[in-house]
């Protein structure tokens, strides 16, 4: 069961990071067109753009070796942390859709904390 458990969450992170990544590509794009037609680009966007990079990889690293190495459950927590609240700020600032992403965390977080729980247990 705990095997199980572990093995849905790591299906999940890997589809995340694919999505953030895809954001990723979409949010480099509007920012080269920006450019293009000599348009401000807010500081935060830049902030974004460097930081996505660096969570798609921790999220990627958890999820490899979530079933493997202990420490990768504490980061799998934190990064779906991370992104639940990231989601919270992209409904709150208008893109509901976000929500989905919101669920999916907190479903990643239950599976490795009831992982975690069975593994001691056994």
């Keep these: 069961m705990v095997g199980r458990q ?11 990071a694919s999505a953030s990544l ?25 902030f ?3 930081l996505n ?4 990889a921790l999220v990627v690293l958890a999820a490899v070796s979530l079933r493997r190495r202990p420490w990768a459950r504490g980061l799998a927590l934190v990064m779906e942390a991370v992104g639940a ?3 919270l700020v992209s409904v709150i600032t208008g893109f509901s859709q976000a929500a989905v992403a919101i669920l999916l965390a ?3 977080m239950v ?12």
């Design 48 to 50: 974004v753009i460097v």
């Design 53 to 56: 990079p660096i969570i798609v």
């Design 85 to 87: 609240v990231s989601a």
């Design 6 to 16: 572990l093995k849905i969450a790591q299906v999940v992170m890997f589809a995340q």
């Design 106 to 108: 907190i479903g990643v």
């Design 22 to 46: 895809g954001i990723w590509i979409v949010q480099l794009l509007t920012i080269t067109a920006r450019l293009d037609h000599n348009q401000e680009v807010a500081g935060s966007v830049w």
């Design 111 to 122: 599976l490795v904390i009831s992982g975690q729980r069975s593994a001691r247990a056994a």
